[in-house]
């Protein structure tokens, strides 16, 4: 589960993690408002109006403003809001922006220059540690740091025996060229956001940029936070701010009704029972001259109310050119699930694409017999190859 910034922030500074601060808003009168409560609060004029979007790279598409006086906020929030962003994040398609953060000027001049920095903790699961990553060339994209300049770019594993240590935040302060009062402020920074990390069952916290201030202080301008989902259930207050207009509506509908499913680019509908078998599934639809559609694992109860359900979110795609069910019965029953296929295709009154229907495993026979003898217009097949080959026969007809 993805979050927007400002949530991340307000995650970030109850761990003790300097931000920077900032209001949301969601109209233009409420940014002047907010602009007006920051400059009481800071003594600036100046403030970030900021897209609130679940992607990176707002600022390349005009998602992030800089405005000097109230009449600019007034202009750049108005523009922002309502606006369809597009960045390298999104796809052609964009995301409406529906608030904006409103954000202190954190770049004020001063006599020490600023200086921005890179840092992200995620899993780093070929080694099964949880793993720092941290640049001195924080504001750019990492992925083009990593490929240009890699030697900038430093990972501090942490044993999970132990956790992180002390010496890893001095490390870190070091490598990254800090001195006196900002090497103790990043080395504070560093233990606190690992905390944030840890803490609330995150798989990413990504911080672009880290800003060490003119004066020598360490704050996160940005925050880019995600949940593990099988986590969920142990933050309940978290898993609030989720925000479903971010979300793919069809895969919202999917979580509801406990189905995993993940919108793809492709022609051939898939519904598995199990993710190993879902990504064998796909495999197979690629060697067969298709490209799946979806990922859609209907998990160990594929009786008629799933198994509709699940036809009826395929379908809402209107590229898919056929389904294929792969489905191995191990818990459940294949005669089980094909009489559900059966029902469900019967309640649905008609699948408008060639159906194939591979089902394996305990009464793989059976099921077979009541697909065929069922008079719906449905390809059965046992083999996978069998199954690979109607999916090629019915997308090339």
Known sequence: MNIHEYQGKQILKSFGVAVQEGIVAETPDQAIAAAKELKAKYNSDWVVIKAQIHAGGRGKGGGVKLAKNLDEVKEKSTAIIGMQLVTPQTGAKGKKVNKVLVAQDVYYPGATPTKEF????????????????????????????????????????????VGLRDFQCRKIAFNLGLSGNAFK??????????KAYDSIDASLFEINPVLKTSDDKIIAVDS??????????????????????????T???????????VKLDGNVGCMVNGAGLAMATMDIIKLSGGDPANFLDVGGTANAERVEKAFRIILRDSNV???????????????????????????MGNIPVPLIVRLQGTNAEEAKKLIDASGLKVYSAIQLQEAADLVKKVINN
């Not at 640049?135 to 992925?143: K, L, N, P, Q, V």
């Not at 989902?229 to 971010?246: A, F, M, Q, T």
């Not at 895969?251 to 499913?261: I, P, T």
Request: hydrophobic letters at 35%; glycine letters at 6%.
């Open 118 to 161: 890179y840092m992200s903790v995620m899993l780093d699961r070929s080694k099964g540690h949880n793993v720092i990553i941290y640049s001195t060339e924080g504001g750019m994209d990492i992925e083009a740091v990593a490929e240009h300049t890699p030697d900038k770019i430093w990972k501090e594993h942490i044993d999970p025996k």
């Open 185 to 194: 402020e990043m080395t504070k920074f560093v233990a606190s956001l690992y």
């Open 224 to 249: 880019k936070v995600s949940f593990d989902g099988n986590g969920l259930y142990r933050h309940p207050d978290y898993e609030k701010l989720r925000d479903l207009s971010e979300e793919d509506p």
């Open 251 to 261: 895969e919202v509908e999917a979580k509801d009704a406990e189905l995993n499913y």
């Open 321 to 347: 050119k056929a389904i294929l069910v792969n489905i191995f019965g191990g818990i459940v029953r294949c005669d089980r699930v094909a009489q559900g296929i059966v029902d469900a295709y019967k309640n």
